[in-house]
């Protein structure tokens, strides 16, 4: 073989050799990009995961104004964020009174039937399925210190006089704003049945109930109607007792609370009556009250 044969032929081997080279470096950065392109789209999809699995575990609940503490607790439980006994036993094991200085005292809160009813402020709220019990009731706290204006609170613990000089207080305001968003949906007509109200309690001679607010909305609390054990008798029965119940009976509106706190001074009524339509008709005297209601019978209003 002449030596310029030779030469060609490791020409050859050599380009071949370089080709082969190229080829295998060629191939090496595939796989590497077909490597990196899998890790990649198997880390997406991990977090696509992971962001499902949690947006899957927050729900959203509303609890609208009006509803009591076994109400939220029922509701608590459906939307799998806490069982309702936890709730209710999260009231009584734990003091929350010290993070919150618009609670009245836990002495006074644990003598209640629950002891928060009342600050759960009604709003909708997003929660973590299986969320600690204590957080979920931080939740309602936290949102009624943020909506209840600094000045409510402090003209209704102000210890000053209140409407007609009767004693007020942020926690007697909300027991009697508890009661007036069961007596009324109306925001407008709040005022003029709060005035119903401390009227009976300033005057209770004068009216001839004895300073009984004689609410029917009392009656079965913390039950409503239809689940109230047989011959049930309630310690908050306004029918029976005279003044304010010892608690509220529900978690009452921003409006409620501000009709409680700021009765319409120029309400001289100490009965009121509502139709089906919910017009409000008012009496100084109970034979007028007797009146109203004959009114709407007469009329195909109740």
């Not at 094991?93 to 618009?102: A, E, I, L, R, V």
């Not at 004689?214 to 239809?226: L, M, R």
Request: proline share 5%; charged share 25%; hydrophobic share 35%.
């Amino acid at each position: 073989m002449s030596a310029k044969t030779r030469r060609n032929k490791k020409s050859a081997q050599n380009n071949a050799f370089v080709k082969l080279v190229a080829f295998l470096a060629v191939a090496v950065a595939a796989a590497v990009v077909v490597s990196l392109a899998i890790t990649y789209t198997h880390k997406r999809q991990q977090r696509q995961a992971a962001q499902q699995a949690l947006a899957d575990s927050i729900v959203d609940v509303t609890f609208p104004e009006g509803r009591t503490v076994r109400q939220y607790g029922a509701l608590l439980e459906e939307n799998e964020v806490c069982t309702a006994e936890a709730f209710y036993a999260a009231m009584r094991d734990t003091d929350f009174t010290g993070n919150y200085d618009f609670l009245p005292s836990n002495e006074l809160l644990q003598s209640r039937e629950y002891p928060l009813e009342g600050y759960l402020y009604p709003d909708t709220y997003s929660f973590y399925k299986g969320e600690n019990v204590n957080s979920v009731i931080k939740k309602f706290l936290n949102n009624f210190a943020a909506k209840i204006p600094d000045e409510l609170v402090e003209y209704t613990n102000s210890n000053g006089e209140g409407f007609k000089n009767t004693e007020m207080s942020l926690d007697n305001a909300v027991i009697l704003a508890s009661i007036i968003e069961r007596e009324s949906p109306t925001d407008n007509e709040r005022p003029k049945i709060s005035a119903c109200f401390w009227n009976r309690i300033e005057n209770p001679s004068v009216s001839g109930t004895g300073g009984k607010l004689q609410s029917d909305a009392t009656h079965y609390y913390p039950y409503v109607v239809t689940d109230a054990p047989e011959g049930f008798q309630s310690e908050y029965d306004t029918y029976k007792i005279a003044g304010l119940p010892k608690g509220p009976i529900c978690s009452p509106s921003l409006s409620s609370i501000r009709a409680a706190a700021y009765p319409d001074p120029d309400c001289k009524a100490f009965f009121f009556f509502n139709d089906k339509y919910d017009n409000h008709y008012y009496a100084e005297t109970y034979e007028q009250h007797l009146k109203n209601i004959q009114y709407c019978k007469d009329n195909d209003l109740v």
